[in-house]
């Protein structure tokens, strides 16, 4: 293995132990917390609020119109990657336009930023699997897509989860499918993930500032969770790696 390769093997060790940390005080007073919150909504709102995020999500990554280039064929680990952080960063400029002008556009266009910043996040992961080699046409990689971003955007109790189904995702993939997927804990961890800051691009005159930095890093998030996601898989398919860090326990 060459010299970019064992430090991006590296790299992907130290994430696999984070992701399979056990949540901190900090973070089980967080989750507390947000259920609570959670509790004071009637069921019916989150039945509402659920459909209408699985309806957004699947629209965008199941839909059969949706048109992404074709899977990279050749080309190093090291020169994949440097095209998908290319591609992270013009998306990640692209929503941080978008969350401007709605932050600056009051409390309306502040609500058209969640639909917008979805679609966004999403099309950026279809670019990212397609230059990792991955064909996007095939139903089990949108489910991984699905995957990966519940991870980006979750507390660490359900990204602990998340990533052992995506450590194991040859047999994951036999046993969720877009029905079977937990919609309401999606829903619930990425509203909570993202709340304070997209609250925040509410506020008048600060709302364009708030808006532009916190989708700036949300798709950051993004892309860096879906840079280790592919990059264990890779390493996977090579027989460098398995599911769990050495140390990890």
């Given at each position: 293995?060459?010299?970019?390769?064992?430090?991006?093997?590296?790299?992907?060790?130290?994430?696999?132990?984070?992701?399979?940390?056990q949540?901190?005080?900090?973070n089980?007073?967080?989750?507390?917390?947000?259920a609570r919150?959670?509790?004071?909504?009637?069921?019916?709102?989150?039945?509402?609020?659920?459909?209408?995020?699985?309806?957004?999500?699947?629209?965008?990554?199941?839909?059969?119109?949706?048109?992404?280039?074709?899977?990279?064929?050749?080309?190093?680990?090291?020169?994949?990657?440097?095209?998908?952080?290319?591609r992270?960063?013009?998306?990640?400029?692209?929503?941080?336009?978008?969350?401007?002008?709605?932050?600056?556009?009051?409390f309306?266009?502040?609500?058209?930023?969640?639909p917008?910043?979805?679609?966004?996040?999403?099309?950026?992961?279809?670019?990212?699997?397609?230059?990792?080699?991955?064909?996007?046409?095939?139903?089990p990689?949108?489910?991984?897509?699905?995957?990966?971003?519940?991870?980006?955007?979750s507390?660490?109790?359900?990204?602990?989860?998340?990533?052992?189904?995506?450590?194991?995702?040859?047999?994951?993939?036999?046993?969720?499918?877009?029905?079977?997927f937990?919609?309401?804990?999606?829903?619930?961890?990425?509203?909570?993930?993202?709340d304070?800051?997209?609250?925040?691009?509410?506020?008048?005159?600060?709302g364009?500032?708030?808006?532009?930095?916190?989708?700036?890093?949300?798709?950051?998030?993004?892309?860096?969770?879906?840079?280790?996601?592919?990059?264990?898989?890779?390493?996977?398919?090579?027989?460098r790696?398995?599911?769990?860090?050495?140390?990890?326990?």
């Open positions: 293995m060459n010299s970019p390769d064992q430090q991006a093997l590296h790299d992907l060790q130290a994430w696999q132990r984070r992701m399979q940390q949540p901190t005080w900090l089980q007073v967080a989750r507390r917390v947000q919150l959670n509790a004071l909504l009637p069921e019916k709102v989150h039945v509402a609020i659920t459909a209408a995020i699985q309806k957004m999500v699947q629209g965008v990554l199941f839909g059969s119109t949706h048109t992404t280039q074709k899977p990279v064929s050749e080309g190093t680990l090291q020169e994949r990657e440097a095209r998908v952080r290319a992270i960063r013009a998306y990640r400029n692209t929503a941080a336009v978008e969350g401007g002008v709605t932050g600056a556009g009051g309306l266009l502040g609500l058209a930023d969640f917008l910043l979805l679609s966004i996040k999403l099309k950026l992961l279809f670019d990212i699997a397609a230059l990792y080699g991955h064909d996007v046409r095939s139903f990689e949108r489910l991984y897509l699905l995957h990966i971003f519940q991870l980006a955007f507390s660490q109790h359900t990204r602990r989860e998340t990533y052992r189904q995506l450590a194991a995702w040859p047999e994951t993939q036999q046993t969720v499918t877009a029905e079977t937990d919609w309401r804990t999606f829903q619930q961890e990425y509203r909570d993930y993202i304070l800051a997209k609250l925040a691009q509410l506020v008048p005159v600060i364009a500032a708030v808006g532009a930095v916190a989708n700036y890093r949300l798709l950051a998030q993004l892309g860096e969770t879906a840079i280790m996601c592919y990059r264990l898989r890779w390493f996977a398919e090579h027989g790696i398995t599911g769990e860090a050495d140390s990890a326990q």
